[in-house]
């Protein structure tokens, strides 16, 4: 009888702000993630450069990021740079870091599905590359993993480019920004479309062809991220992906 009485009016309840960033608050804290990886990379570096003693210039850092070691410890130095702002940026929405970024295992169908279709892709790119006359990995891309090999950093780079890079990539890509997009306007084909071209342009050492197979994989990571819900499932494809190329190019390769 509260409502009736005009002395008790009805609680009201006020809305909980949503622990999602969304649009802009996903793009204006993208940027800070892709910054904080790219510190975490040069800051390997430079370090590097420190303790040789050489000195704090361009050129120095330069010649250092051209050693197969040298940038297999910067892709991995840029995993806990990407870890620690995705912490936060979510850690001030009081929102759960697993459920934020869809930490949840894959079913073995979701990964056998998900493995299958990216095989698809990667072997209609293959073809069309024979079919042009082009290489199916870029040009820089083998002489620095043989060298690597040659050198001595074969495993560092392994791991740099197989579990390192696809997690930083993946956190940031089909993790933080596709929740954040999906949950906005764009809804899930705009957030699946747009984060791909964010993966797509972090690859711009490539050129347009490559870039072109990016972002088609991108898609269909895109889409399985949402098919599955999972993140470990994009994960877990990315790393197969960049394994099988890494294994193919180092060992395989002519």
């Keep these: ?69 040298a940038l297999a410890l910067s892709v991995i130095m840029g995993l806990p740079a990407t870890l620690l702002a995705v912490w936060l940026a979510i850690a001030i929405k009081k929102a759960s870091f697993v459920d934020y970024l869809a930490l949840h295992w894959p079913s073995w169908k979701q990964l056998l ?10 072997v209609v790119w293959e073809t069309m590359s024979r079919a042009l006359g082009r290489e199916a990995t870029p040009g820089f891309m083998t002489d620095l993993l043989k060298s690597g090999r040659d050198k001595g950093a074969a495993l560092l780079l392994l791991f740099a480019f197989s579990v390192a890079a696809p997690m930083s990539e993946e956190i940031l890509a089909r993790g933080f920004l596709y929740r954040g997009w999906s949950a906005s306007f764009l809804r899930v084909p705009g957030a699946i479309l747009l984060s791909s071209l964010v993966w797509t342009v972090v690859h711009l050492q490539y050129d347009i ?8 994989i991108g898609l269909w990571f895109g889409y399985m991220r949402y098919r599955a819900n999972s993140l470990w499932l994009t994960i877990a494809l990315h790393a197969m992906n960049n394994l099988t190329a890494v294994v193919l190019t180092m060992w395989l390769g002519s």
């Design 209 to 216: 062809y490559f870039l072109a197979e990016v972002f088609t």
């Design 1 to 69: 009888m509260d409502a009736l009485t005009p002395d008790n009016p009805p609680l009201t309840m006020t809305p909980a702000p949503p622990r999602v960033w969304l649009f802009w608050g996903t793009a204006l804290w993208g940027l800070v993630i892709f910054a904080a990886m790219f510190v975490g990379q040069i800051g390997a570096v430079v370090l590097l450069a420190a303790l040789r003693g050489l000195p704090m210039d361009l050129a120095s850092v330069q010649a250092i990021g051209h050693e197969p070691q």
């Design 113 to 122: 599905f998900g493995a299958v279709g990216l095989i698809l892709i990667v």
